[in-house]
């Protein structure tokens, strides 16, 4: 949540504080900033609102200088204003940061600051910050030092870059628990929370430990531990296709990320077969298996508890990430703990895996993102290879879940691997339903609630399509078990609730065509999702047949579909859905 861009350059630096912060924007939309120093004087642009009206209106990149900071922000203390935006400078405007994470200790340092005579501007914990630095400038006048003594005041997660008046060659910057990259260029050097920020400029990428400060100049990188010692460490190189990040043909990254699904299962299926096996063997030889996560990757973990349970007869217990330590009891030095996510920068996920290692467990992890936090803190990690996921909601990293988790359990059972072409032949197929289902987003957009039903293995695809629906569309949805509904939820339904009902043949489509009769006798209208049609459903959304292993990735694009087409129908944006990030960097 937040993205963070600084830049030392050798020209104008705004510029390239705006693309990188467009770059990012997906962390956080609800106001953005950049500060840049020129002629001993910081300047401050921001806003709240989007990034490309502040800078119609107010020219974020005019700003001059070569030495800056920017802000794009996710609201966590202080509503959505001009004045919580950041940057954020101190009193006598001589440090400006910006910050992505949350200071539990603000209260307190505001109280202290307050006393000592400083004013703040804004109701954020991320201001006390530049009033620390500044403090601290005043006495040491050293902007590493001061960085180092500001951040060993805070508590909670930062990750914060400084900009210092009459230091206008450098910017400082500092991490806790919250991420915080180095891009190494030949003429400029960049400090940002995603590599996605600079990778137009450079692909060398220092990421930076907890608790450690940087101070980036053009032409030099310079690492410190909290005590001020010289760290030293050689850049890493990030994949370059991370450049290419355009909408092509598509109006939204949604919708371009969902049809890319033919090809990114494709690249998801493309494991390293020894790192696979390894994975497996670790599975293979533990005493208890655990899966965690959070939103659309934890229902991923649901799919790989059922497979695994069901056809790998290893029993597993998965809970959300944001759960985790409540539930830890049993997770000990025997045990396995998978974690799977797209950004591998969750919050709640990073807390678990923690606590899962404080206990002894192994982690192993399935995410998309290479040089993510969970990647480097995993014992051993697949990577979901579909390329950067911009649109908010998971689409395509979450079949790619599914057919990773999928890899997983049948090398466990010594089954053979589904073929790339079939599988890609078959998500082609199912993105065929797309006029059928704008059709159906067009006729029921003006509902106020939609349910989502399935069974067994389907049941977590009900879940998935209701999240969906709801970050999308702002329509209320609920996705639930079939069986559960005749338990309470049925009450709700009358003449003309949408209720989608996902069942494909197998052995749970007997008892869910059931259930879409006892709905429609009470006057819903079934959505159904299956390879197989039946008088029962109001409208009918094909899926090829395939082996139900599979059936989540065809049942989802339809799913991903309807929650597009209907933002898309009640003009949302479905990129930037309210109120949301795409990487949950807060608890
Ligand atoms: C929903 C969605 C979120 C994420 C969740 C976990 O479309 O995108 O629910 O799935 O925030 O994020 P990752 O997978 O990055 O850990």
């Not at 969902?258 to 998801?268: G, L, M, R």
């Not at 709640?348 to 803190?377: H, M, Q």
């Not at 909601?393 to 079949?399: E, I, V």
């Not at 129908?569 to 930037?576: A, F, G, Q, T, V």
Request: aromatic residues 6%.
């Amino acid at each position: 949540m937040c993205g963070i861009i600084g830049c030392v350059n050798d020209e104008a630096v705004a510029p390239i504080l705006l693309r990188g912060l467009k770059r990012v924007e997906y962390r956080g939309y609800d106001s953005a900033g950049v500060a840049t120093v020129s002629e001993s004087v910081i300047r401050v642009t921001k806003a709240a609102g989007r990034i490309d009206d502040i800078e119609r209106k107010y020219g974020l990149s005019t700003l001059t200088g070569t030495t800056g900071i920017a802000h794009t922000r996710w609201a966590t203390h202080g509503g959505v204003t001009d004045r919580n935006a950041h940057p954020h400078t101190s009193c006598r405007e001589r440090v400006a940061i910006v910050h992505n994470g949350i200071i539990e200790n603000y209260l307190e340092l505001k109280k202290q600051l307050r006393a000592k005579g400083h004013i703040f501007k804004s109701e954020t914990d991320s201001e006390v910050i530049a009033h620390l630095i500044e403090a601290e400038y005043h006495q040491v006048k050293d902007p590493v030092k001061a960085t180092i003594l500001a951040a060993k005041k805070l508590k909670g997660q930062y990750a914060f870059a400084a900009l210092f008046q009459d230091a206008p060659e450098l910017i400082t910057g500092a991490r806790k628990d919250a991420p915080l990259l180095i891009g190494v260029g030949d003429t400029k050097n960049f400090i940002a929370s995603d590599v996605l920020a600079f990778i137009e400029y450079t692909d060398r990428t220092i990421f930076l430990d907890n608790q450690e400060v940087v101070k980036v100049t053009n032409r030099s990188v310079e690492i410190f531990d909290m005590n001020g010692r010289s760290v030293k460490r050689k850049p890493t190189q990030v994949a370059w296709e991370l450049a290419d990040l355009s909408k092509m043909d598509y109006a939204h990254y949604t919708l371009k990320e969902i049809h890319e699904q033919p090809k990114t299962v494709v690249s998801a299926m493309m494991q390293n077969e020894e790192k696979l096996a390894e994975f497996v063997e670790k599975i293979r030889g533990a005493r208890s298996v655990f899966v965690t996560a959070a939103g659309t990757s934890y229902h991923a973990g649901l799919l790989l508890k059922y497979r695994l349970e069901r056809d790998a007869a290893i029993r597993c217990e998965v809970t959300l990430a944001g759960e985790f330590r409540e539930h830890s009891e049993f997770v000990d030095g025997g045990s396995v703990v998978i974690a799977l996510s797209q950004s591998g920068e969750t919050a709640d996920l990073l807390e678990a895996i923690r606590e899962a290692k404080k206990k002894g467990a192994k982690v192993l992890s399935l995410v998309n993102a290479a040089g993510s936090t969970l990647a480097r803190e995993s014992d051993l990690t697949l990577l979901l290879n579909c390329g950067p996921e911009v649109g908010v909601a998971a689409t395509k990293s979450f079949t790619a879940q599914v057919v990773v988790a999928n890899l997983i359990v049948d090398n466990l059972v010594g089954s053979r691997n589904g073929r790339g072409e079939e599988v890609a032949r078959m998500v082609e197929e199912a993105l065929s339903s797309e006029p059928t289902v704008k059709e159906i987003a067009r006729m029921y957009r003006e509902r106020s609630d939609f349910y989502f039903i399935g069974r067994g293995y389907h049941y977590p695809m009900a879940l998935e399509g209701a999240l969906k629906m709801k970050e999308l569309s702002y329509i209320h949805a609920e996705g639930m078990a079939a069986s559960e509904l005749k338990h309470g939820t049925l009450a709700l339904i009358e003449d003309g609730t949408p209720v989608v009902v996902i069942n494909p043949r197998g052995e749970t489509h007997a008892d869910t065509l059931s259930n879409a009769e006892e709905l429609k006798a009470r006057g819903a209208r079934v959505i159904g999702i299956s390879d197989e049609p039946s008088e029962v459903y109001t409208h009918f959304i094909k899926i090829p047949r395939a082996k139900e292993s599979l059936t989540p990735v065809l049942e989802a694009i339809p799913l991903q579909l309807m929650a597009y087409w209907t933002a898309v129908e009640k003009r949302n944006d479905p990129d930037y859905p309210r109120n949301l990030a795409k990487s949950v960097t807060v608890k």
